[in-house]
Structure formats: structure tokens, C-alpha cells
């Protein structure tokens, strides 16, 4: 009787032991990952189905953006500024970008990877931290307790800007100011975009666009976004395709605005060589809590020739 009991133990061990080894050999390699803040690199956030990898910032959020959210998920809340949580809901093989859009105006783009449930070696990045960039200097919005030279407040000189800065603050102004849009036409309801001048310089156009908020609450748009956008061919002529166009730059005079303010601005960006018949170029404007809801606004695809014949 001892004999048989004894061999129930070693037989339920065995299983207990090889079960846990399959499920220890089931899970991924899970990682933290640390990486400093760089504006000019696109981070790969690894993820796998079942799972869910957070995303810390240095300020508080106001915005996420995916580009297949059928595929994955994002989510965020006011209780952690800071943090955005992304899932995928897709079994298979996917891969996206997002762009993390802060309080303050900067953009973090990610690019979003999942070899799906086949992979079980597959790489999960758990936590992607950002952390301040390495620098020797101590920007002016962090307090700090070292101590430099102190000078008096009688004899000292004033602050010098940044050479360059204020040329092209002065360059940034005058530019707002001539191609501010004078007889806008509008589209949208309660957020009001309209296109106005447009210029163009061996394929870098220019184009001038103002903002309105015709709603009774203050809005913060997003920044501007260009797009070739196309139609089908059918009767029915939905719109197929929407292909992002590059910005080079943008100037906008403010990004809230309250009850009835307008905002004036100017879009840099380079033009593509060409179109099809079906395609439009739109200038893109979205508030930060209906970024699925832009309202676009049409801009010529060949900028008028100055001084050109009517």
C-alpha cells in the first residue's frame, strides 16, 4: 500500500514539475527598457497578444493617436498623466505606429510590433520609460539645487536670446501676418478650419490656414496634419485611402483656444510630384479629444503663379 502511495506522489510531482516548465517555457521575454528622449528616433515598442506594455513620458499627456486601431489599443488615463497603456487585439502578426502628443507640445512617435501567439520566444517590452536627455546644461522648467555665479540685480546685463532667435521669431511673425487668411471659408461645425493663401517653391508649398471655435467651451487642437486622401471609382465613391504627406514645419499662434477665438497659422511641407485624377490634398485639424474626427479642408494642388492671368 505504502508502495502504491509513493508512486501517486512521484507520478503527481512529475506532472506538477512538467506542467510548470511548460508554462515557464510559454512566457515571453519580458524586458524594462530605459531610453532618453530623442525628437529625431522612432522607439519599437514590442508587444504580444495578452499582455499589456506601459508607456511613462516626462509630462502629462494630452493626446494618443494609432494608426490601425483595429489591430491594437490604446489607452489612457487623467488619474496618470504620464502613462499610456497599449494592448494588441489582434491574435496574429501586426505592426502600426502611434504618436504621443504632450501638454506642451512635443511629439513622441513609436512604432508598434507583434509577431503574434506563434512566436513564443517573442520579445515584450513590459515598461518603456523616457527619461530626461543627457546634457550638462539644466533646462529652465527643471528646478535645481546647484548654485552658479550670483550677480547683482543693478549690474547685470540683460539676458542675450539665442543667435538667431529673434530673427526668427521676427521672420515667424511677418510671415503669419501676410498670409493671414482675410474672407475665410469655413469648414466644420464646432471646430472651423479654412485654407488660404497658397505658395510654392520648387515643390515646398506654403499654406496659410486659420482656426475658429464656434462651440461654447475652450478647445485644444492637435497640430496640423497634411493628407493625399482618394476615392473609388463607383457610384458610391466612398473614400479608400488616406496617405499622410511629411511636414516640414508649422507656426500657429495658439493651440487652445477659448469660446468664439480664432487662431492663424502656416503649414510648411513639400508637395508630392504628382496625384491621381480621383485624389485630393487636405490640410488635417483635429481636437485632442476627437483626434478620429479632423476636419479637413482642401488645398490646391498647384499653387497659383504670382502675377499669373485670371
Known sequence: MNKCLSLVHLIMICWLTSGMCAAQGDLPHARIVNRS??????????LRPDYVSSVRVLEEVSSVVLGDPGKFRAEHSEAEPQLVFFKTTSGKAAQTNALIT????????????????SDQSEIVDYVLNFEPPRSLLITSNHS??????????ASADPPESPPGANA?????KQLLKAERV?????????????????????????????LLNASSRTIEVLPPQVQLAGTSKDKHRKAI???????EDYWLTTRKLAPGARADGVVLFERPSFKESNERLLLAVAQVEEVDRPVLAPIAFVAPVAGGGK
Open 241 to 247: 485611402k488616406a496617405e499622410p504627406v511629411a511636414i
Open 144 to 153: 535645481s539645487f546647484v548654485v552658479g555665479e550670483t550677480r547683482s540685480i
Open 102 to 117: 504632450t501638454r506642451s507640445g512635443r511629439e513622441i512617435p513609436l512604432s508598434l510590433v507583434s509577431l503574434g501567439k
Open 37 to 46: 528622449v530623442d525628437p529625431e528616433q522612432v522607439l519599437i515598442l514590442h
Open 182 to 210: 482675410e474672407n475665410p471659408h469655413w469648414e466644420g461645425k464646432l471646430l472651423r478650419v479654412a485654407v488660404g493663401p497658397t505658395s510654392e517653391k520648387e515643390q515646398q508649398m506654403t499654406v496659410a490656414f486659420a
Open 168 to 172: 526668427a521669431a521676427k521672420q515667424q
